[in-house]
């Protein structure tokens, strides 16, 4: 590894331990309160040392980050462009400068300080690997390539020279234009490596690699593979095989089959269990095959020596790694007999007679299975090669595997158990292939309830291995998960199955039930906590999913890939606190990304990394336009607005506050990345069940369609807020240059594209597309449109629009505009009490002491209260819209004595409308309060979930899920009661 001379320090800490002047000691106790988090008494302490030392420069900086971390952004800043006015040189200043900066998320600011520094300073080797950091922080490559080469002067060291070329590499990168990157800095960056090839000055690895990284961006295969291959080659040594896979992606990039397919040979020679060299090995004999290459007649067959051109020859070759496996008795490698069935499926797909000559698929996988059955891995090994098998064999196959599994003798009515973990693997693996082959779909549903009861059987015999872990006897550790956990897996899933087929809904509290037994047991075991989230969302309880989703502790990247189980449910069920923190979970690691990827970019200029610089770079840009990004990120401001704003001035406030610029698009609509993990939740359904690479292409259009139709709608909602009536008089010309009129427009497009959005929103809707329970779940598009709550919103907006038009040309000209505003204000009405009808029901329907969940009730529920906060900001800038018109009206009547004089019927027809919409409300509210009192009563402890009775602990834990529900379910209707009542608070402010 190359490291850096002169490493810049970063730390306050580390900024201490630097200091060598008599300032330390006055400066320490400050140190000391920062890094302590005692931000109050650093500011003290500075203050004090600066009424004796005014000219101490880094006491003021100190001072302002203890600003910084107490909240006083303005007080901090101001304080600390005070010092870098003075571009000051020493040390301590520039360091807590660059952390305070850093902290404020200002990293630009840091290169105009290390600039002056740098000119007051020109010979100082620090400031100017500070400055080429600085830079490296914002992304400016060409800055980055002169420091380097400024640093590479004062210090002709070869790390210097190679930032220097790096960040001509980087120019390359991000160059707009790819002509410019070929023709002008790759090869101004490949000359200067070559200047130092000749002068015989390359030192370490990094070096090579940057020089073997510009070559393949050249496209100049063959020079790197002479380097490769070359004496600059013998330095890659870090990672193990380094210089074979990259002379096999030049080989694979230059076609040159032979050389791939005799490299692929020997490397196996030495490892005959490395699966990449098989599959590559492979690969190379078909094309060889098919280029009807044959060998030269004289000298060696390729650079890379034999090469294998035929059929025949691959199987003798993959025979004789079996063989020299067979040979040994113990821990054989799986490798071989893996290979022996890849060469085959490949050759079935070449309809290749050949293929016999290997042997039958259902005799080698049973072979395999004998050997490598007590293996957890057997299951994903052969579930790969499970369609070499004939569906008329598919059952002999499992019979013959379950003849070999050592279970002891059934006595009549009791399962025949397994003695130890070796033997409950192999059953195990046995149940997955037969789920795997659809077995268990077949089946009927007497059978299927028998094989649930047994899986739950041997699910419990299997803890008492868990016990034997231990000497105390006690169970396993928290964070291990026990032998048996799949059969709950497995047995959950047969719940699962049923109540898809049957609709019996007890089926889905049964496999809670058994799942939360399962935790109890296995409180770490993901599995369970990812099916029991997908579960109890799809009951619309929100309420346990927020602690299952925490408990899986999820890091880093996993926020993007499985963060949408949570968030799409976060807003839908009614519980707004808790929604409010799913989406912060994600945002925050979304806002941190940007600043932890500069750090790591540092990071490998420091070491030497130099591959991985645009690898972290593209990590970034591809969260940047990660699909949940923008989904949390719209969602969450909606979700305040729905929140916090109830009248137009908090509207407005709020639009304010969050920076919403409606006139533009902050989508990346035509380069979004879908990050999304669908294969997250195992899953052992045979083929023609699982996720197609439709369904997943249908599942994104879905999902930006409706992302589409949310961020419509709050960029409507903050050009609403701009729609702030002008005091100007009609035809005034002021009215557009305050840029007021732009507004409106804006408003008018928006709604367009809504209309358009809505109308592919309903085509979609149409073709009724379903995914696989396990695979990812269904937007709220269709319930949305079905509610007709989106439609509702949009009439609001077009209300708003025509309001505008009153409010700037008056009463006289615009008869037909009020008379639209007056029949909106009837169909507003009419769709608002459509949307609450459908909210009607109990939530947990009881019949026949049998318990049903209603979650599209809550949910028809949430769309209304949306619908009802939208219709409420329209109303509330109607209101502010027409109270001037009145009383110009009124006093106009006054100055005439003219009583009989009629006052237009829009005022009258928006009083109406506020009366009702206040009835409405209340009847609303009485509802929500029904629900509530209906629930509080429902005594679930009554309520038998099956024909045959379940045993004691099950009854236990299905109580308990029902009850988190019951529980869910009361407090998603407390938090919309709230905000309604808030809501219907303010209808006192729109009258007129």
Same mark, same amino acid.
């Given at each position: 590894?190359? @490291?850096?001379?002169?490493?810049?320090?970063?730390?306050?800490?580390?900024? =201490?331990?630097?200091?060598?002047?008599?300032?330390?000691?006055?400066?320490?106790?400050?140190?000391?309160?920062?890094?302590?988090?005692?931000? *109050?008494?650093?500011?003290?302490?500075?203050?004090?040392?600066?009424?004796?030392?005014?000219?101490?420069?880094?006491?003021?900086?100190?001072?302002?980050?203890?600003?910084?971390?107490?909240?006083?952004?303005?007080?901090?800043?101001?304080?600390?462009?005070?010092?870098?006015?003075?571009?000051?040189?020493?040390?301590?200043? %520039?360091?807590?400068?660059?952390?305070?900066?850093?902290?404020?998320? =200002?990293?630009?600011?840091?290169?105009?300080?290390?600039?002056?520094?740098? *000119?007051?300073?020109?010979?100082?080797?620090?400031?100017?690997?500070?400055?080429?950091?600085?830079?490296?922080?914002?992304?400016?490559?060409?800055?980055?390539?002169?420091?380097?080469?400024?640093?590479?002067?004062?210090?002709?060291?070869?790390?210097?020279?190679?930032?220097?070329?790096?960040?001509?590499?980087?120019?390359?990168?991000?160059?707009?234009?790819?002509?410019?990157?070929?023709?002008?800095?790759?090869?101004?960056?490949?000359?200067?490596?070559?200047?130092?090839?000749?002068?015989?000055?390359?030192?370490?690895?990094?070096?090579?690699?940057?020089?073997?990284?510009?070559?393949?961006?050249?496209?100049?295969?063959?020079?790197?593979?002479?380097?490769?291959?070359?004496?600059?080659?013998?330095?890659?040594?870090?990672?193990?095989?380094?210089?074979?896979?990259?002379?096999?992606?030049?080989?694979?990039?230059?076609?040159?089959?032979?050389?791939?397919?005799?490299?692929?040979?020997?490397?196996?020679?030495?490892?005959?269990?490395?699966?990449?060299?098989?599959?590559?090995?492979?690969?190379? &004999?078909?094309?060889?095959?098919?280029?009807?290459?044959?060998?030269?007649?004289?000298?060696?067959?390729?650079?890379?020596?034999?090469?294998?051109?035929?059929?025949?020859?691959?199987?003798?070759?993959?025979?004789?790694?079996?063989?020299?496996?067979?040979?040994?008795?113990?821990?054989?490698?799986?490798?071989?007999?893996?290979?022996?069935?890849?060469?085959?499926?490949?050759?079935?797909?070449?309809?290749?007679?050949?293929?016999?000559?290997?042997?039958?698929?259902?005799?080698?996988?049973?072979?395999?299975?004998?050997?490598?059955?007590?293996?957890?891995?057997?299951?994903?090994?052969?579930?790969?090669?499970?369609?070499?098998?004939?569906?008329?064999?598919?059952?002999?196959?499992?019979?013959?595997?379950?003849?070999?599994?050592?279970?002891?003798?059934?006595?009549?009515?009791?399962?025949?158990?397994?003695?130890?973990?070796?033997?409950?693997?192999?059953?195990?693996?046995?149940?997955?292939?037969?789920?795997?082959?659809?077995?268990?779909?077949?089946?009927?549903?007497?059978?299927?309830?028998?094989?649930?009861?047994?899986?739950?059987?041997?699910?419990?015999?299997? %803890?008492?291995?868990?016990?034997?872990?231990?000497?105390?006897?006690?169970?396993?550790?928290?964070?291990?998960?026990?032998?048996?956990?799949?059969?709950?897996? %497995?047995?959950?899933?047969?719940?699962?199955?049923?109540?898809?087929?049957?609709?019996?809904?007890? @089926?889905?509290?049964?496999?809670?039930?058994?799942?939360?037994?399962?935790?109890?047991?296995?409180?770490?075991?993901?599995?369970? !906590?990812? &099916?029991?989230?997908?579960?109890?969302?799809?009951?619309?309880?929100?309420?346990?999913?927020?602690?299952?989703?925490?408990?899986?502790?999820?890091?880093?990247?996993?926020?993007?890939?499985?963060?949408?189980?949570?968030? =799409?449910?976060?807003?839908? &069920?009614?519980?707004?606190?808790?929604?409010?923190?799913?989406?912060?979970?994600?945002?925050?690691?979304?806002?941190?990304?940007?600043?932890?990827?500069?750090?790591?970019?540092?990071?490998?200029?420091?070491?030497?990394?130099?591959?991985?610089?645009?690898?972290?770079?593209?990590?970034?840009?591809?969260?940047? @336009?990660?699909?949940?990004?923008?989904?949390?990120?719209?969602?969450?401001?909606?979700?305040?607005?729905?929140?916090? $704003?109830?009248?137009?001035?908090?509207?407005?406030?709020?639009?304010?506050?969050?920076?919403?610029?409606?006139?533009?698009?902050?989508?990346?609509?035509?380069?979004?990345?879908?990050?999304?993990?669908?294969?997250?939740?195992?899953?052992?359904?045979?083929?023609?069940?699982?996720?197609?690479?439709?369904?997943?292409?249908?599942?994104?259009?879905?999902?930006?369609?409706?992302?589409?139709? @949310?961020?419509?709608?709050?960029?409507?909602?903050?050009?609403?807020?701009?729609?702030?009536?002008?005091?100007?008089?009609?035809?005034?010309?002021?009215?557009?240059?305050?840029?007021?009129?732009?507004?409106?427009?804006?408003?008018?497009?928006?709604?367009?594209?809504?209309?358009?959005?809505?109308?592919?929103?309903?085509?979609?809707?149409?073709?009724?597309?379903?995914?696989?329970?396990?695979?990812?779940?269904?937007?709220? &598009?269709?319930?949305?449109?079905?509610?007709?709550?989106?439609?509702?919103?949009?009439?609001?907006?077009?209300?708003?629009?025509?309001?505008?038009?009153?409010?700037?040309?008056?009463?006289?000209?615009?008869?037909?505009?009020?008379?639209?505003?007056?029949?909106?204000?009837?169909?507003?009405?009419?769709?608002?009490?459509?949307?609450?009808?459908?909210?009607?029901?109990?939530?947990?329907?009881? !019949?026949?002491?049998?318990?049903?969940?209603?979650?599209?009730?809550?949910?028809?529920?949430?769309?209304?209260?949306?619908?009802?906060?939208?219709?409420?900001?329209?109303?509330?800038?109607?209101?502010?819209?027409?109270?001037?018109?009145?009383?110009?009206?009124?006093?106009?009547?006054?100055?005439?004595?003219? $009583?009989?004089?009629?006052?237009?019927?829009?005022?009258?027809?928006?009083?109406?409308?506020?009366?009702?919409?206040?009835?409405?409300?209340?009847?609303?509210?009485?509802?929500?309060?029904?629900?509530?009192?209906?629930?509080? +009563?429902?005594?679930?402890?009554?309520?038998?979930?099956?024909?045959? +009775?379940?045993?004691?602990?099950?009854?236990?834990?299905?109580?308990?899920?029902?009850?988190?529900?019951?529980?869910?379910?009361?407090?998603?209707?407390?938090?919309?009661?709230?905000?309604?009542?808030?809501?219907?608070?303010?209808?006192?402010?729109?009258?007129?």
């Amino acid at each position: 590894r190359m @490291r850096t001379p002169g490493t810049p320090i970063s730390p306050i800490m580390a900024a =201490r331990g630097h200091v060598q002047d008599p300032n330390d000691r006055r400066l320490r106790p400050i140190y000391d309160y920062l890094d302590n988090g005692n931000n *109050k008494m650093a500011i003290q302490q500075a203050d004090k040392l600066l009424k004796k030392h005014k000219d101490l420069h880094c006491a003021k900086v100190l001072k302002a980050i203890g600003l910084q971390r107490t909240g006083k952004q303005d007080e901090a800043f101001s304080l600390a462009q005070e010092v870098a006015v003075l571009e000051p040189t020493d040390d301590n200043s %520039l360091q807590a400068l660059t952390i305070l900066y850093r902290e404020m998320h =200002r990293p630009e600011l840091v290169t105009k300080l290390y600039e002056a520094a740098v *000119k007051k300073v020109p010979s100082s080797e620090e400031y100017h690997s500070h400055l080429f950091m600085a830079y490296a922080r914002v992304g400016e490559y060409k800055k980055m390539q002169q420091a380097g080469m400024a640093l590479y002067k004062i210090v002709p060291k070869n790390p210097y020279y190679f930032w220097s070329v790096m960040s001509l590499v980087m120019q390359a990168i991000s160059a707009d234009d790819e002509k410019l990157s070929k023709t002008m800095f790759l090869p101004l960056a490949e000359r200067m490596v070559e200047k130092m090839v000749k002068e015989e000055k390359i030192e370490a690895e990094a070096e090579v690699q940057l020089y073997f990284m510009i070559l393949e961006r050249l496209g100049k295969y063959m020079e790197a593979l002479e380097v490769v291959r070359g004496q600059l080659g013998e330095k890659l040594t870090s990672e193990l095989q380094s210089r074979e896979n990259k002379c096999m992606a030049l080989y694979k990039k230059l076609d040159r089959w032979p050389e791939c397919n005799a490299l692929s040979r020997k490397l196996l020679l030495k490892n005959p269990d490395d699966w990449q060299f098989y599959l590559s090995y492979f690969d190379s &004999l078909f094309h060889v095959i098919d280029e009807s290459w044959s060998p030269p007649e004289e000298g060696e067959h390729s650079v890379e020596g034999e090469v294998e051109a035929t059929v025949a020859q691959a199987i003798r070759f993959v025979e004789d790694r079996i063989c020299m496996e067979d040979g040994k008795g113990t821990r054989q490698l799986r490798g071989p007999y893996l290979a022996r069935l890849e060469l085959i499926q490949r050759l079935r797909h070449r309809s290749s007679p050949e293929e016999h000559q290997l042997g039958d698929p259902l005799e080698l996988m049973f072979q395999y299975f004998v050997k490598f059955g007590d293996k957890p891995c057997c299951i994903s090994d052969l579930k790969i090669y499970l369609d070499l098998l004939t569906p008329d064999q598919h059952v002999q196959f499992i019979n013959r595997l379950m003849e070999t599994v050592p279970l002891s003798t059934a006595v009549e009515g009791s399962v025949a158990l397994p003695a130890d973990t070796k033997a409950l693997q192999r059953h195990l693996c046995v149940v997955q292939l037969a789920r795997s082959l659809g077995l268990h779909h077949s089946m009927d549903t007497p059978h299927r309830l028998g094989l649930i009861d047994e899986l739950k059987a041997r699910y419990r015999h299997g %803890l008492e291995f868990g016990k034997l872990r231990l000497p105390s006897g006690k169970s396993c550790l928290k964070t291990e998960l026990q032998y048996s956990d799949m059969y709950c897996l %497995l047995a959950a899933h047969l719940y699962v199955d049923l109540w898809k087929e049957t609709g019996e809904e007890w @089926r889905l509290w049964q496999c809670l039930g058994l799942l939360e037994e399962g935790l109890t047991h296995s409180p770490s075991n993901a599995q369970f !906590k990812l &099916l029991l989230v997908l579960i109890f969302c799809g009951l619309g309880a929100f309420e346990p999913v927020v602690d299952l989703y925490s408990s899986l502790d999820a890091k880093h990247i996993q926020h993007d890939t499985i963060g949408y189980l949570l968030t =799409r449910y976060a807003g839908s &069920l009614g519980q707004f606190a808790a929604a409010s923190q799913s989406c912060n979970f994600s945002l925050r690691f979304f806002h941190s990304n940007q600043k932890d990827t500069s750090e790591y970019i540092i990071q490998a200029y420091k070491y030497g990394a130099f591959e991985k610089i645009p690898e972290f770079i593209a990590f970034r840009n591809r969260l940047n @336009r990660s699909l949940h990004f923008a989904q949390v990120r719209t969602e969450r401001m909606l979700l305040d607005l729905f929140l916090e $704003a109830n009248i137009l001035s908090s509207l407005e406030e709020n639009v304010k506050s969050m920076g919403l610029c409606p006139e533009e698009e902050d989508i990346p609509w035509a380069d979004m990345r879908d990050n999304r993990d669908l294969t997250v939740l195992t899953s052992w359904d045979p083929k023609d069940r699982q996720l197609s690479e439709e369904q997943r292409r249908l599942s994104l259009e879905e999902e930006a369609l409706w992302l589409r139709i @949310r961020s419509l709608t709050l960029r409507l909602a903050g050009s609403l807020a701009g729609l702030s009536h002008p005091v100007t008089p009609k035809n005034s010309e002021k009215a557009s240059e305050n840029g007021m009129a732009s507004k409106p427009d804006t408003l008018r497009s928006l709604l367009k594209q809504l209309e358009t959005a809505l109308e592919t929103g309903r085509a979609f809707t149409e073709r009724k597309i379903q995914y696989p329970f396990l695979g990812p779940p269904s937007t709220r &598009l269709s319930p949305a449109l079905a509610s007709g709550s989106c439609q509702c919103q949009a009439s609001a907006f077009h209300l708003a629009s025509d309001l505008h038009d009153l409010d700037t040309l008056g009463l006289e000209d615009t008869t037909e505009v009020q008379t639209r505003i007056g029949n909106s204000f009837k169909s507003l009405l009419a769709q608002l009490k459509e949307i609450f009808n459908k909210c009607k029901g109990d939530l947990l329907e009881v !019949k026949d002491s049998r318990c049903k969940a209603m979650p599209a009730l809550l949910e028809n529920l949430v769309f209304f209260v949306e619908t009802v906060c939208v219709v409420l900001w329209v109303s509330s800038y109607c209101g502010s819209v027409l109270r001037p018109l009145k009383s110009s009206i009124q006093k106009k009547k006054k100055k005439k004595k003219d $009583a009989s004089a009629t006052t237009p019927a829009v005022f009258s027809g928006y009083q109406e409308y506020t009366a009702a919409l206040q009835t409405l409300l209340s009847e609303v509210l009485d509802h929500v309060k029904g629900l509530e009192i209906a629930l509080t +009563a429902l005594k679930l402890e009554g309520l038998t979930l099956e024909e045959h +009775a379940l045993s004691e602990d099950e009854q236990k834990f299905t109580k308990t899920v029902m009850e988190k529900v019951q529980s869910s379910y009361l407090r998603s209707l407390q938090e919309v009661g709230e905000l309604l009542k808030k809501r219907a608070d303010t209808m006192k402010s729109l009258k007129i």
